[in-house]
């Protein structure tokens, strides 16, 4: 399976630089890979941060997150496999399995935690921070679980796409933020298989491989648990994206850019300094929701 049935591009985007991960532990002692780290929330504007988790250790998920407070963005969490229970300030609470999402939105401050259900098997998924507009840190907080086979999927050219927010070849999202913009794709590539996805010039775009390899038009391929940055070029359309030898997961995250200050300090994302100051006080002061 070596080339797609018609190209729907003309200038396909190139990798800019590979980053890999950071072996790192959060929460209550989680053992996660950090694939977009601080240093480059600049760069991939509007997304802020990526983790990677997967173990069949209990030592390395079991403590979970524990109750921690947020403010100013929105937390993704996409389950591979596993089972995870969100609860929070604002009187939210989900499950969700195999396959499934939590979006919330922490706004002008929540309190919550994630916990896993399981005490053996293995637990993978991801997280992913997702910035929000100046407008909108103050709004009330919100939260969105999505089952796993609620979350909408196709099949392209051998290639199965779950979409989970943005759209995909006229498949839309689970998920959809009129701002920033976010495409958020799991794709499956059977070996040698090509995926194609249009992408606005304008819009910061990277490519995060969780298993097997990709390899790009110019040569360069992105290995297990790298990170690909795609070059903004002006004037570019799009992705494409070949799987290796071997079957081939990946994620393609794309948004629109705020191009806002971002002043973060741990689990506060504001546009100042004055107002982590403030978030840290009103936390201190339980005046978070």
């Given at each position: ?91 939210h609470e989900g499950l969700v399995s195999d396959g499934g999402v ?147 997961r990946a994620l393609l995250i794309a948004g629109q850019p705020l ?31």
């Open positions: 399976m070596d080339t797609v049935a018609t190209s729907l591009l003309e200038r396909p985007r190139e990798v800019e630089r590979l980053v890999a991960g950071q072996p790192t532990r959060d929460g209550a002692g989680v053992k996660l890979e950090r694939v977009l780290t601080q240093p480059l929330q600049r760069r991939l504007d509007p997304f802020l941060m990526l983790d990677h988790f997967s173990s069949d250790n209990p030592d390395d998920y079991g403590a979970g997150f524990p109750e921690h407070p947020h403010r100013g963005f929105e937390t993704v969490t996409y389950m591979l496999l596993g089972r995870i229970r969100h609860r929070d300030s604002a009187g939590q979006w919330m939105t922490a706004g002008r401050g929540v309190i919550h935690s994630e916990m896993p259900e399981q005490r053996d098997g293995r637990m993978a998924g991801f997280q992913l921070w997702l910035n929000l507009p100046a407008r909108d840190k103050m709004r009330a907080p919100g939260y969105l679980d999505v089952q796993g086979p609620q979350v909408p999927q196709f099949e392209r050219d051998g290639v199965t796409v779950r979409v989970i927010a943005g759209e995909s070849h006229g498949v839309a999202g689970a998920v959809q933020r009129a701002v920033t913009e976010p495409l958020y794709l799991d794709l499956h590539l059977p070996p040698g298989a090509r995926f194609e996805q249009p992408l606005a010039a304008t819009h910061n775009a990277f490519v995060y491989v969780y298993e097997g390899a990709l390899r790009f038009d110019t040569g360069c391929q992105v290995l297990t648990g790298r990170l690909a940055i795609l070059a903004n070029t002006p004037g570019s359309d799009g992705v494409r994206l070949t799987a290796g030898d071997v079957p081939t191009n806002e200050p971002i002043a973060q300090y741990g689990p506060f994302v504001m546009n100042t300094e004055a107002e982590l100051v403030q978030a840290v006080r009103d936390f201190q002061a339980g005046r978070l929701a």
